[in-house]
Nanobody, 125 residues
């Protein structure tokens, strides 16, 4: 699976951005797609995940209520709509995919074999 992330940019606090992750390369109907982020000097952390087959979603506590993950099976692309952005959301955002992700493992980087390049999100105060 090849993943191509896009949509990052600079926005003021309280604003919105939508990130996209285009998938290609093989059948991924059994895959889970995740978004992670890495702020300067910090570990890469889980943000959200969605399963292609049934659309189940999961979010980090920080993302709940502000971010929405969705999928477009026709493209196929996964989106991360980010609203009410805060300066602490500033990070490089990565999309990831794997078929073996479960509800118990989805927050772990090691659960995902395939990664896209990052896209930078900068939120100014």
């Amino acid at each position: 699976v090849q993943l191509q992330a896009s949509g990052g940019g600079q926005v003021q606090a309280g604003g919105s951005l939508r990130l996209s992750c285009a998938a290609s390369g093989r059948t991924y109907s059994n895959y889970a797609m995740g978004w992670f982020r890495q702020a300067p000097g910090k570990e890469r952390e889980f943000v959200a995940a969605i399963w292609w087959r049934d659309g189940r979603t999961a979010y980090s506590e920080d993302a709940k209520g502000r971010f929405t993950i969705s999928r477009d099976n026709a493209n196929p692309t996964v989106y991360l709509q980010m609203d009410s952005l805060k300066p602490e959301d500033t990070a490089v955002y990565y999309c990831a995919a794997d078929y073996a992700v479960s509800m118990h493992t989805l927050t772990f980087r090691s659960a995902y074999k395939h990664w896209g390049q990052g896209t930078l999100v900068t939120v100014s105060s």
